[in-house]
C-alpha cells in the first residue's frame, strides 16, 4: 500500500509540473500581448493613456477620441486561462504532497525531494494567496518558471522511496521548523520577483527603453514598496525558522549553536535580509540598491539548498535540509 500510494504521488508530482509549464507558457503570453499591444499604443500619436491602472497592474484606460478600450492590464484571456491552469496545478499538487505524506506516515519533507515537494506547493499557496491582497499575476512566469525547474531537478536527481526518519528528526519541531522555513522562502521569492522588476522598471524610467510590457506594470516606486512588504513578513518567519533551529539542535543534539554549515548559512541569509530592511531605511539605499541586496537574499537561499546541501558535509547531510 505504501509503494501504491508513493507511485500514486508520483504521478501526481509529474501531472502538475506538467500543468505548471503550460501555465508558464499563457503567462508568457499574456507578457507578449501585453508587450504587443503597449508598442501599438506608444506607436499611435492619437491615443494617450488615462492612469487608472490599479496596484500591480490592474486595467488602464486608454482614450482615443472619446472612445475608452482596455489596455492589457492583467485581464486578458491568457492570464485569465494561466490562473486557472495554476490553480489546477496547485491542487494536484498538494494531492501528490498528502499522498507522499501519507505513503510515509509522517509530514513529507524529511529529505531534499519531499522539501522541494512541499516547499514548491507552498510557494505557489503564497502566490496564489496573496492575489487577494494584491494583482501580482505579472509575476506568473517568473514564479512557475522557477517552480517548474525546482519540481523538475527535484524528481529526476534526488527522489528516493518513502523511508522512516533517523532518529533525530523525529520530533515535532520537524513540522515547525521546516514548514516555517517553506512558508518564508515563498514570501522571499516574491519579494525577490518584485524586486528585478523594479530593477527593470526603473531603468526603463531613467533611459526610455526597455520591454514594452513593463509599462503596464506598477511604477519602480510602488515595486519597490510591495517586495518590502512582502520581505519584512519573509523575514519574520525567516527569523522564527532559525530561532526554532536553535531549539531543535538543543534538543537533537545538546547545544543551541554549533557552526555547523547549514546553521551558518541560515545566519547569513537572516543577515542579508535583515541588512535590506535596515539598508531601506536609509534614503540612500532605497530603488535599485535595496532590490539588488533582495536578490542576492534570494540567491543565498537557493544556494543553501542547492551547493550547501550537496558539496558541504555537516549535522545537517541525512535529510538534506
Known amino acids: 500500500m505504501t ?14 509540473t506538467a500543468v505548471y509549464t503550460i501555465a508558464f507558457i499563457a503567462f ?39 472612445t475608452t478600450v482596455d489596455a492589457p492590464a492583467g485581464r486578458s484571456k491568457w492570464v485569465r486561462i494561466a490562473m486557472s491552469l495554476t490553480v489546477l496545478g496547485w491542487l494536484l499538487h498538494i494531492a501528490a504532497t498528502v499522498l507522499r505524506g501519507i505513503a510515509a506516515e509522517r509530514v513529507p519533507w524529511a529529505n531534499m525531494f519531499e522539501f522541494s515537494l512541499t516547499a514548491t506547493a ?24 522557477f517552480v517548474v525547474l525546482a519540481l523538475g531537478i527535484a524528481t529526476v536527481n534526488f527522489y528516493v ?20 522555513a517553506a512558508l518564508a522562502t515563498g514570501f522571499l521569492a516574491l519579494g525577490a520577483g518584485l524586486s528585478v522588476m523594479q530593477i527593470l522598471q526603473a531603468r526603463r524610467e531613467a533611459s526610455g527603453k526597455g520591454a514594452r510590457f513593463l509599462g503596464t506594470l506598477p511604477d519602480a516606486h510602488r515595486l519597490e514598496m510591495l517586495a518590502y512588504r512582502l520581505i519584512v513578513v519573509g ?8 530561532i526554532a533551529g536553535a531549539i531543535w539542535a538543543e534538543r537533537a543534539w545538546g547545544r543551541y549553536w554549533g557552526w555547523d554549515t547549514k546553521e551558518v548559512w541560515t545566519f547569513i541569509i537572516w543577515t542579508l535580509f535583515a ?45 538534506g535540509l
Open 161 to 180: 522511496d518513502v523511508a522512516p526518519l533517523v532518529p533525530a528528526l523525529q520530533s515535532a519541531w520537524l513540522v515547525i521548523h521546516v514548514f516555517v
Open 275 to 319: 541588512g535590506y530592511i535596515h539598508a531601506r531605511a536609509t534614503r540612500g539605499w532605497r530603488g535599485t540598491r535595496s532590490s539588488w541586496l533582495a536578490i542576492i537574499g534570494f540567491a543565498a537561499i537557493v544556494f543553501n539548498f542547492t551547493v550547501v546541501n550537496l558539496f558541504f558535509k555537516g549535522l545537517h547531510a541525512y535529510s
Open 235 to 242: 523575514f519574520v518567519f525567516w527569523t522564527f525558522t532559525l
Open 28 to 66: 508568457t503570453l499574456d507578457l507578449a500581448k501585453r508587450t504587443a499591444e503597449r508598442s501599438a499604443t506608444v506607436a499611435n500619436p492619437y491615443v494617450s493613456a488615462s492612469a487608472s491602472a490599479s496596484v500591480g497592474g490592474g486595467t488602464a484606460v486608454l482614450e482615443r477620441t472619446g
Open 122 to 145: 507552498i510557494i505557489v499557496g503564497v502566490f496564489l494567496g496573496v492575489q487577494f491582497w494584491q494583482d501580482l499575476r505579472y509575476l506568473g512566469a517568473y514564479l512557475l518558471g
Open 3 to 16: 509503494e501504491e500510494l508513493a507511485s500514486i504521488s508520483l504521478v501526481g508530482v509529474y501531472s502538475a
